[in-house]
């Protein structure tokens, strides 16, 4: 009595072979949609999130806080780049209202946590006129009391797949920086919106709405504008 062998037949391996691929070829370009929009929400959210928080320090600590693009935002001592491309970024206290961070100590004879200005221009160590130049009505000289500006938060640079661009009101391309006062409001700023994409550009990626994200940096808060 011989023993039936059980398995697929060549017809068979090959049905199975040719659903697989079709499924394949439906699921991978899903897949690499879906992957790509969880990066460019992402990077939005981390964006609208450093935003958030320059607002919220400087209203908690009274203090020009900035935010900015930088071009190695890790580094022990980061500072601002005049770029449009966001290559990563880094949240500061900007103790002395420059715009711009500062990673060596400065002036603070008045104790007002605010850079002070060598006012004796004559040298003899009196406050004669014309050298009060910050009215607190004392002599400023060089003293390194305040450290360098404290840094709040650092971003490494977004996945080389996305690209983060700022903009002006005429949709120009212009360097980004953000600064906020006490009050939690924007000091002058050039920047209207920072535009996130990746290589599928303008592309509509779930029915008409495009691949790219856009955030409107506004006066009071800055809020991620729908797709």
């Known amino acids: ?10 017809l068979e391996l090959l049905t199975v072979v040719t659903i697989a691929g079709l499924l394949l070829a439906v699921a991978v370009p899903g897949m690499r949609a879906f992957i790509q929009n969880a990066e460019m929400t992402r990077a939005a959210n981390d964006f609208v999130h450093a935003v958030q928080t320059a607002r919220t320090e400087a209203i908690k600590r009274r203090r020009n806080v900035v935010m900015c693009t930088a071009a190695d935002p890790l580094e022990a001592d980061p500072t601002c780049d005049d770029d449009s491309t966001l290559n990563g970024w880094i949240v500061f206290v900007d103790s002395n209202s420059n715009g711009d961070r500062d990673a060596a100590g400065f002036d603070d004879i008045d104790g007002d ?5 060598d006012e004796d221009a004559n040298d003899n160590g009196i406050l004669d006129g014309g050298e009060d130049d910050d009215g607190d009505g ?6 390194d009391d305040i450290e360098a500006e404290e840094i709040l938060l650092q971003h490494a640079p977004l996945d080389p797949g996305v690209t983060a661009v700022s903009r002006d009101t005429d949709d120009d391309e212009t360097d980004f920086i953000v600064t906020y006062n006490s009050t939690g409001f924007t000091t002058a700023t050039n920047v209207s919106a920072v535009v996130l994409c990746d290589a599928r550009g303008n592309k509509a990626s779930f029915g008409d709405l495009s691949a790219a994200r856009g955030i409107t940096v506004r006066m009071l808060l800055s809020l991620a504008a729908s797709r």
Do not use: C, P
């Open 1 to 10: 009595m011989h023993k039936r062998n059980s398995g697929f037949t060549l």
């Open 138 to 143: 004392h002599l400023d000289v060089a003293e």
């Open 113 to 117: 946590e605010h850079q002070d200005i």
